[in-house]
């Protein structure tokens, strides 16, 4: 842990201590992520859907537990380095929802399978059944991912879903699930019907693969899928069994400028991102401690939410620095904090070591983001 | 230490062992670093300036020591969190090249100013001077940071380097040494005459500051900034006594597309993103599982280096996925790895916990980047 970490520590429980925690810093509100947590697992259970939120988001082992804790069945990794990261840290229910390839590959989720209670992963060539089989000590669950039309992982249709049951059937320690179909690029779409249009089309591709699979004998329990874009889609359409969001525990600028007042953007925004105005020399705007390594660069820019700063237009400065425009009058100090709606909720706390748990203006706990960077 | 990189560590020096490094991973060319250090070092001594490394760029202690072995007078670190982990982990001679404010990072500033050999910290604002007197325990080594236009950080002209000088004058524990001034905005200008041209406007405004500051008697011997990008105009102006360039020992996509040909950009590609293809079912690219979180996003694209890939576009695809197009008849299999130009080396290398060193096919070192994310 970090110096400055390490005194942050002390700061805990203190009064006030919120306003100490040094910057930039991710910030969890933790009734706010315990309210949304209960809203999502809520909805899941009155649509008669399996939650396993998607760790991607957090990464972190103390936020998966609470998560499981509040009724998940489990959590997703994206990769086998996040999955091996919680593991290590407790986490004992994972899906990993990316497939993998080679040998090393194969028998680190091999490990996997035998160290937790309930490992799954998916596959999406007949190649990796041959590995993942080859490497197996014991049984290993597995899923076969199928493409909802964006072409990133997964089987294109119901001939290369036959191919992938057939390497599965001949390998005595894998035993298939079910299916996993993501459509990462519907999750943002503007508008409950455009979304709701998207998972539809894409329902029906899924439909048409798991109807191949069966006839051929593959035992499709579990059809797992969706995010928090599409919550009140795939609950409507009721081809998935289980659902896969994440972002909805701490939100984001993407999904609140899209998803607005739909039910699926009723959640609240538990996670900002702190920081603190170093440089006031200029008359334009003011200069703050947070830049290209405190926020995720690939999505809108970070909003302040700091009623003070509401109206103040941020840009990025730097790897270190932004920009925070001057409202006309507006009189700023060095050391003034700034709070920030984070624009792209995964990549931004892959920035950060820690996550600082809030009750009011009180620093509550220090998580670590094991799973951090844990790309590989 | 995550448990994949525990695995590869039993990899080193093993022929071959290059090409199972986990990917996403950074990989440095260990020659090629050392040569990219020794072409700097040597160019420096040419011109006569002293060389501070910026290691920002690679937050990484076994980095910067080489650096300073091979003739470096010390680091500069963006952050105070940065300068703390790599004191930590044993480098002695720090510059912050960032104003800090309040108690907090004073007092963090002084126990650094303690605890190293050679500590020097930039101030721009005369509450900053207060705040660090208070909090000295001992002597502490200021620069005045000098805004040369860009209106980051720095004092705006010399009636407010004057007043930070009236404010270090004042108390007994700092002592001033010199001035800093960065220009972050002409290190990416197209064209070695346009960044001469810029560098020469601000080094007009720089050296209005310096006179002003020795008319009233501060002593303004060391003036130190420039980066990797304006070296030759740096060296021919004449008025830094210091350089802080870091991307040249690295480089990235963002430096060889403006320097190109020019002697600042002649430094090797030493640094490069190792990524693996896991799914090939679509028919017009396969899919890395190197994405958002394995580049900087900021800048331009990664670059294939591979050469079966030289022609291959990449595009983001997602967090942890990239898509890289096939060229036509191309032959492409699951496993297959992909060597990419980093975009921007800074916040590429910020995303990963390691480095891997490697010489020829084998991996020789793994080091930690023990100041990733340090922006506190």
Redesign the interface.
Known sequence: M???LQ?TEQLIAQPGSRA?I????AVLDIDAFERNVMKMQARAKAAGLALRPHA?SHKCSALALRQIEAGAVGVCC????EA??LA?AGVAQILVT?????A??AE?AAALAEDLADFRIVL??P??AVELGAAAQGLIQVLIDV?PGM??????DAA?ALAVWRAIQVQPNLTLLGVQCYG?NWQHMEGANERAAAVADGMVRLKAVIAALRDAGAPVGVVTGGGTGTFAADAAQGVLTEVQPGSYAFMDREYRDCLKADPDGAFEQALTIAA???????P??V?V??????F???GPLPVPLTPKFAASAYH??????G?LMRTPGQAIE??ERVDFVPPHI??TL????VIHLVRGDALVEIVPIEA?????
Chains 1, 2 share one sequence.
Do not use: C
């Open positions: 970090k110096p400055h005194a100490l040094p910057t930039p810093a991607k994206a990769k086998l380095a091996e990261a290590a990316s497939p993998i390839t080679g090393t590959q680190r999406d060539h190649d990796g493409d072409g990133r992982t997964g089987v294109h290369q990462g603190t105005v170093i440089s006031t020399n200029n334009k705007w200069t401690d947070a830049g290209l390594k405190a995720a660069t690939d990025f400065f730097g790897d270190e620095h920009m060095r050391g995964d990549p892959d920035r950060y070591e951090r960077g844990a790309s590989q």
